[in-house]
């Protein structure tokens, strides 16, 4: 390991260490990581170092890059770090948590000049009218996306049964 790759993940490998100090029961944990293909390739070797006694779930850690993330690596990071190409994960997107930034962005303004509590107040209000919306354009969505797959359902349901018939259940999931 580098000695450029201790302080350069610091902060990161604290955060990480933070969360799944708590989640020691977990066999499967994924993480979408921006730079999963560069955080990842010393993450045992770092907490072996710096967290020993959470070494145990790290190694059950798994990770990839968000699907708009993605678009800007080189190829062999698309291939193996795509959510798309790894064990269950499907159609994860993992970009979600970016898609209020912009919106946020646009409170900077009205907010420099406020002191922490008007701030607080004032972030906790904004969130909470950015959760409702989203909640109920999901909802519209759900509504939409179910509709358009009512008819196809008994095929889909039937394919997939007919599938999972045929696949010998992975013993260490």
């Known amino acids: 390991m580098s000695a450029d790759d201790m302080p350069r993940f610091a902060n990161t490998d604290y955060a990480l260490a933070s969360v799944l100090g708590k989640c020691s029961d977990n066999h499967w944990v994924m993480i979408s990581y921006d730079i999963w293909c560069q955080f990842s390739v010393n993450l045992i070797k770092r907490f072996r170092e710096r967290f020993p006694a959470i070494l145990p779930i790290v190694s059950c850690v798994h990770g990839a890059i968000p699907s708009a993330h993605i678009q800007g690596h080189l190829l062999c990071c698309q291939v193996l770090w795509a959510f798309k190409y790894l064990k269950y994960s499907g159609k994860t997107y993992g970009e979600m948590i970016e898609t209020s930034w912009a919106e946020q962005n646009q409170t900077a303004g009205s907010m420099k000049e406020q002191n922490d509590g008007h701030r607080h107040d004032t972030l906790d209000d904004f969130f909470g009218y950015w959760n409702w919306v989203k909640y109920h354009q999901m909802s519209k969505s759900h ?14 349901c039937n394919a997939y049964t007919a599938v999972q018939s045929c696949l010998i259940p992975d013993k260490n999931c």
């Open 143 to 156: 509504d939409i996306n179910f509709t358009i797959s009512g008819s196809n359902s008994v095929n889909s």
